[in-house]
């Protein structure tokens, strides 16, 4: 029952600002790593940028410089501020999470891999 939901898309101008936020609930679990992909469409689906729960980020190389992803521990929400967007940058942005589930009984606790449905993300003007 563990999910990630997002929000913060929409429709910006070049050289705007968004911040994308993707919020895990659902259950007792602890979040190993957290990150945003994007799928432009006819094109694969990309890493945006992921972050563990130790802090440690990494980003794609045409992002690095714009975007900064950040997690906040006490409301299980990772965030990507997103600033001088470009139309490039226009795709759905999906959050992903990787989880330890707390709840279920025996070590080590099982980890699970969740998706977000995805907000939609346009740099026009």
């Known amino acids: 029952q563990v999910h990630v939901v997002e929000s913060g898309g929409g429709l910006v101008q070049p050289g705007g600002s968004l911040r994308l936020s993707c919020a895990a609930s659902?259950?007792?679990?602890?979040?190993?790593?957290m990150g945003w992909y994007r799928q432009a469409p006819g094109k694969q689906r990309e890493l945006v940028a992921t972050?563990?729960?130790?802090?440690?980020?990494n980003y794609a190389d045409s992002v690095k410089g714009r975007f900064t992803i950040s997690i906040d521990s006490a409301k299980d929400t990772v965030s990507l501020q997103m600033s001088s967007l470009i139309p490039g940058d226009t795709c759905v942005y999906c959050c992903?999470?990787?989880?330890?589930?707390?709840?279920?009984?025996?070590?080590?606790?099982?980890?699970?891999?969740?998706w977000g449905q995805g907000t939609p993300v346009t740099i026009s003007s």
């Open positions: 659902g259950g007792l679990f602890s979040i190993v790593t």
């Open positions: 972050i563990t729960s130790g802090g440690s980020t």
């Open positions: 992903h999470a990787g989880v330890l589930v707390l709840t279920t009984p025996g070590t080590p606790y099982p980890t699970r891999e969740l």
